[in-house]
């Protein structure tokens, strides 16, 4: 009725642990990779002086494979070399402890940048993916800090200032009693400090010792408003979910589902990080992308400008667009586009047909560019005043190029097969950031330090492209290639 079920049976031989792990496991291909690209950057790093250490190419595999599976406490790891027959394989059945774990993530493998370069270089040669076309996107991930232990940047100027009027309080009052000892003792030196004197000393002493940890704090700001005392790195930003939270952005560039270049940083919004993201891409890869497409976090005057010089194909809506098409603001007399500039009079001309007067040029401090600022002249006498504006004339920013490439961008984003292009943006790099952190469950950094997060997010970076190395070999098997 039941097969035979006997738990103590003794093996004549021991077993080939590598005879339990199925021919197409993900493990085989984590193992098969690491064995050939060149570590060599995580090597050099080694000493042959004292005891032998563990072989980084078994550590890199036993951390891929966690990374992968969405194990990533070094404790759990060092568990799962315990029981995981998979990881005792990768392990070549080596147990380190989550210490080792631990320490040769966060201080051997500050080069890991170069093995993903590897993989992505063998992701392109197998056909998986190509640098041509990039599609970027920017992800909030939470820091490993307390929302609790925040220093702002206006709280230090406020206690700061606090400190300064401390200070010269003091120094008021010790000025008054040197008047008042001078004219007691005539010139000649007291036998002792008087009390009032020593007790304001040890405040005045305290005061400035305040003093300079605050001026220490803001130099950890550098150009921040806020900072996590638990990781100086983190800076408050809003996630997905409206909740705020100490956090990093996580910068990607994805083609054909594989990341092709990534970086961490700690500014909130996406519209400082597509210039460092292309050159990134050209420093690693020497080559330029053909067209980036990304979302209306990157649409800003100065990235179009860079693309345009770059000779880059850039598919980016800028933020206004989709109010743009709305009904309610098509339906507006009183909207952006319905004011046209007039190249006879060089002068902008209302949606009554007012000719508006020049009132400054003023120059745009983040492109260089020169803004010209248009005044409503007959405002007051206009029925659509109430809709127009609420002061008692209407100002309008009329920058010449900035124009031009709306223009130009909508055009571009009303062809359908750019429309095509730009959907397959929700299925490129926005399915990339759900599977890293829904299936592999990287939803919050185990490191601190903006350095340290950024060998993290290589690993996980490493990790999906493994899966999608092991995923392209299944298909092409399963097809019969």
Not at 154 to 162: D, F, M, T, V
Not at 347 to 352: K, N
Not at 404 to 417: C, R
Request: proline share 4%; net charge positive.
């Amino acid at each position: 009725m039941f097969k035979e079920y006997i738990q103590n049976q003794i093996l004549l031989l021991p077993p080939d642990i590598s005879q339990l792990i199925p021919p197409d496991h993900l493990a085989r291909v984590i193992n098969e990779v690491i064995d050939i690209i060149d570590i060599a950057p995580i090597t050099s790093g080694y000493s042959a002086l004292g005891q032998n250490a563990y072989h980084p190419r078994m550590l890199l595999k036993v951390l891929f494979y966690g990374y992968a599976t969405g194990v990533r406490s070094s404790r759990k790891i060092a568990q799962k070399l315990e029981e995981d027959v998979v990881y005792m394989w990768l392990a070549g059945m080596q147990k380190p402890d989550f210490r080792t774990l631990a320490l040769f993530r966060q201080q051997r493998i500050n080069q890991i940048k170069s093995l993903f370069i590897e993989i992505v270089n063998l992701c392109v040669e197998m056909g998986i993916t190509k640098i041509g076309r990039v599609y970027i996107d920017g992800t909030k991930i939470e820091a490993n800090a307390s929302g609790n232990r925040m220093v702002y940047l206006k709280s230090l100027e406020r206690r700061s200032r606090l400190i300064e009027g401390k200070i010269q309080e003091i120094l008021n009052e010790v000025r008054a009693q040197d008047e008042q000892e001078d004219k007691k003792y005539r010139g000649h030196k007291g036998d002792n400090l008087p009390k009032l004197l020593r007790k304001q000393e040890n405040r005045l002493n305290k005061l400035r010792e305040a003093a300079e940890r605050i001026k220490e704090q803001k130099e950890l700001l550098n150009q921040r408003t806020n900072y996590s005392t638990t990781d100086n790195g983190a800076n408050l930003m809003k996630m997905k979910r409206g909740y705020i939270y100490p956090a990093y952005n996580a910068q990607l560039a994805v083609n054909n589902q594989v990341i092709v270049e990534y970086e961490t940083v700690n500014k909130c919004n996406d519209q400082e990080q597509l210039k460092p993201q292309i050159e990134r891409i050209k420093k690693d890869y020497d080559i330029r992308p053909e067209a980036v497409i990304g979302d209306c976090g990157y649409g800003v005057e100065k990235n179009y400008a860079y693309l345009e010089k770059e000779k880059i194909n850039g598919i980016i809506p800028y933020p206004a667009l989709e109010k743009e098409k709305s009904r309610a603001y098509q339906n507006n007399p009183c909207s952006r586009d319905k004011f046209i500039f007039d190249n006879k009079t060089k002068r902008l001309r209302c949606p009554q047909g007012y000719l508006m007067k020049p009132d400054k040029v003023e120059r745009n401090p983040k492109t260089g560019r020169y803004i010209k600022i248009f005044r409503g002249t007959k405002c007051a006498a206009c029925r659509l005043q109430a809709q127009c504006t609420a002061a008692g004339y209407r100002n309008y920013e009329y920058r010449p190029w900035w124009e031009k490439m709306k223009k130009k961008i909508k055009y571009k984003l009303s062809l359908d097969w750019i429309k095509e292009i730009y959907n397959q943006r929700k299925i490129e790099v926005e399915t990339v950031i759900g599977n890293i952190k829904h299936n592999l469950k990287f939803n919050k950094f185990l490191l601190r330090g903006i350095k340290k997060v950024n060998i993290e997010t290589g690993l996980i970076c490493i990790a999906h492209n493994l899966i999608k190395i092991f995923t392209y070999r299944q298909k092409w098997k399963f097809c019969g290639a």
